[in-house]
């Protein structure tokens, strides 16, 4: 048993090297695409001109966003916690926030979930399922969005193509939790039935955390409270989405209508890779990449980017922490109750 222990460790060690040598490596690279043909002079008189009150009237729509996608989420928690006030719910949206921004692997999702688990019917897992539901709305909007600018806008052919082929790999994966929310009972079924010859404890706990999970997606099975939580999703994006106009009006850019939206489906795209906390320098390279593609010169467009971080992580950085002293909580006691809860929650079908 000793061996299997120090073998699994030794496997995880080579993982965590692997994935933060790949981050590493890509955060260079990104860095390097987003700056290797800016002259820094220009770059700072962008920086330099910047319109302050516009620039103000941005970051309030970054905290009107993260206000937007706590109500969604408080709606989406409606199912399994019933009794939950909408500043706590902000507060852990926050802790979440900061733990995806700084912290390696998205920790802040798995940190909403412990932090809300004792109030929830199903515990850890249904509060996870409520999360799995946001992105999917998330990926729903960006979907209609990413279809859009590879139909109607003038993208190049090299990202129409992959552009179209990500929406319709998106759409499958989606089209197939919808199913499994709506007819739950079958996909159980099926499920269960799908791993009868394992032993009968891990027979067991499989069931409990399907079960769990079904509980965080019911609100899916119901299409007034699903549609208004994709309305609130669509008001997420377009929060976003004046965050870029301002920002752009702030530094003076004049770039297409649609450059705006490219930019925040490039963002949220750059999301699923492995980087560095904070996304340094994959973030920037999207969004430079994103306004070059709509004829944005390079500094304007690292000007923009640069900016555009700022706003988009200082919320969390100061924000989270406050959040996380109002909660009495840290990433030591979130850490310890990660590993106990998914073990206890057991709800029997």
């Known amino acids: 048993m000793s061996w299997a222990i120090r ?7 080579l993982w965590a090297g692997a994935r933060w040598g790949l981050a590493l490596l890509l955060a260079g690279l990104a860095a390097w695409l987003s700056m290797r043909q800016v002259h820094w002079a220009t770059l700072r008189d962008a920086l330099a001109q910047v319109d302050i009150p516009l620039l103000a009237l941005a970051l309030l729509a970054v905290l ?11 709606l989406l928690l409606r199912p399994c916690c019933k009794q939950i006030g909408r500043m ?5 949206l926050l802790i979440g926030q900061m733990g995806n921004c700084f912290l390696p692997a998205r920790l802040g999702d798995l940190a909403r979930a412990v932090l809300l688990s004792s109030q929830a019917a199903g515990g850890f897992l249904a509060v996870l399922g409520t999360i799995l539901v946001e992105k999917t709305l998330d990926g729903i909007v960006g979907l209609w969005i990413l279809a859009g600018l590879a139909v109607w806008t003038p993208l190049p ?3 129409r193509g992959p552009a179209l082929g990500l929406v319709a790999l998106a759409s499958t994966l989606l089209a197939l939790l919808l199913l499994i929310a709506i007819r739950h009972r ?3 079924s099926l499920n269960l039935w799908s791993v009868r010859w394992l032993p009968e404890g891990t027979r067991v706990r499989i069931r409990n955390i399907v079960a769990s999970l079904a509980i965080g997606l019911d609100l899916l099975r119901h299409p007034a409270d699903a549609f208004i939580a ?3 999703s669509a008001v997420v994006w377009g929060l976003a ?6 920002l752009l009006a702030s530094l003076g850019i004049n770039a297409p209508h649609w450059s705006t939206w490219l930019v925040l489906v490039a963002g949220y795209i750059a999301n699923f890779l492995p980087t560095l906390p904070a996304q340094v320098g994959v973030f920037e390279y999207a969004s430079v990449l994103a306004l070059t593609v709509a004829g944005v010169d390079a500094e304007p467009a690292l000007a923009f980017a640069l900016l555009l971080h700022l706003l988009v992580y200082a919320p969390p950085a100061v924000l989270g922490p406050a959040s996380m002293a109002v909660e009495g909580s840290s990433w030591t006691k979130l850490k310890a109750a990660q590993n106990t809860n998914p073990r206890e929650d057991h709800v029997v079908l």
Do not use: E, H, P
Request: glycine letters at 2%; a positive charge.
């Open 241 to 246: 989405a004046l965050t870029n106009v301002l």
């Open 64 to 74: 009107a966003t993260t206000a937007a996608k706590a109500a969604r989420w408080r």
């Open 88 to 92: 706590r719910v902000l507060r852990v």
């Open 230 to 232: 994709l309305a609130w």
């Open 7 to 13: 073998i699994r460790g030794a496997r995880n060690y």
């Open 157 to 159: 052919f090299s990202l």
């Open 186 to 188: 079958q996909a159980t």
